[in-house]
Nanobody, 123 residues
Framework: VQLQASGGGLVQAGGSLRLSCAAS????????IGWFRQAPGKEHEGVSC????????YYADSVKGRFTISSDNAKNTVYLQMNSLKPEDTAVYYC?????????????????WGQGTLVTVSS
């Protein structure tokens, strides 16, 4: 199983980035893909999640209206479009896959994790 996150970088406040999570080694349509982030000194935060089977989504309140998650099932890839970025969005972003995700926000619901990609938002 592989989850390859990419797309992080340095951006000014108000800018945008698009993260990608390329998945392989499991039946993509049977899993939900989530994005988590961890800022220095803070715990993991569930940012967003999408069900690959029915497209239902979850967003943390802190990113609603600014972030959009989408899935390209033909490419086994999930995207996180991040707009109106704020300095408090600075974190390492991870993608994860879960076969029995209910809330989407808890890391305990996920079975597989990718490496992180660093997002830095300057003020």
């Amino acid at each position: 199983v592989q989850l390859q996150a990419s797309g992080g970088g340095l951006v000014q406040a108000g800018g945008s980035l698009r993260l990608s999570c390329a998945a392989s080694g499991f039946t993509f349509d049977d899993y939900a893909i989530g994005w988590f982030r961890q800022a220095p000194g803070k715990e993991h935060e569930g940012v967003s999640c999408i069900s690959s089977s029915d497209g239902s989504t979850y967003y943390a309140d802190s990113v609603k209206g600014r972030f959009t998650i989408s899935s390209d099932n033909a490419k086994n890839t999930v995207y996180l479009q991040m707009n109106s970025l704020k300095p408090e969005d600075t974190a390492v972003y991870y993608c994860a896959a879960g076969g029995n995700v209910v809330s989407g926000s808890s890391w305990l619901e996920y079975d597989y994790w990718g490496q992180g990609t660093l997002v830095t938002v300057s003020s």
